[in-house]
C-alpha cells in the first residue's frame, strides 16, 4: 500500500520561503511522476507542479519562476522549494502520483503566508 508524507509547511511572512517534502513509500518511487497539489480554503484541490521520472519537469503559470520541484530517488522524496512566497500561496499542500493522483492522500502539510 502507498503512504505519502508530507512536511515542511509553516508560517511564513510574504517573500519568504519553504522546502516541502514527500516521502513516498510503498511504490515504484523511481519509475513513476510525481506532482504537488494544493488546496486553500473553500477552494477545490489544484495542480501546482509535477516532475517526471526523467526530471523534466512543469509547473502552474502562477509559481513559475518561483517554486522547484525536484525529486531524490535514492530517498524516495520529492521536494518542492518555494521561494518569494504570496498569500494567495496559502493552502495545505499534497504530493501524489502524476497525471493521475491515485494513491490515497496524506495529511498534507499547511502553507501560511501573511501579509
Known amino acids: 500500500q502507498v503512504q505519502l508524507v508530507e512536511s515542511g509547511g509553516g508560517l511564513v511572512q510574504a517573500g519568504g520561503s519553504l522546502r516541502l517534502s514527500c516521502v513516498v513509500s510503498g511504490s515504484t518511487f523511481s519509475s513513476r511522476a510525481m506532482a504537488w497539489y494544493r488546496q486553500a480554503p473553500g477552494k477545490q484541490r489544484e495542480f501546482v507542479a509535477r516532475i517526471n521520472k526523467d526530471d523534466s519537469t512543469n509547473s502552474l503559470n502562477s509559481v513559475k519562476g518561483r517554486f522547484t520541484i525536484s525529486r531524490d530517488n535514492a530517498k524516495n522524496t520529492v521536494y518542492l522549494q518555494m521561494n518569494s512566497l504570496k498569500p494567495e500561496d496559502t493552502a495545505v499542500y499534497h504530493c501524489?502520483?502524476?497525471?493521475?493522483?491515485?494513491?490515497?492522500w496524506g495529511q498534507g502539510t499547511q502553507v501560511t503566508v501573511s501579509s
Open positions: 501524489n502520483f502524476y497525471p493521475l493522483p491515485v494513491a490515497a
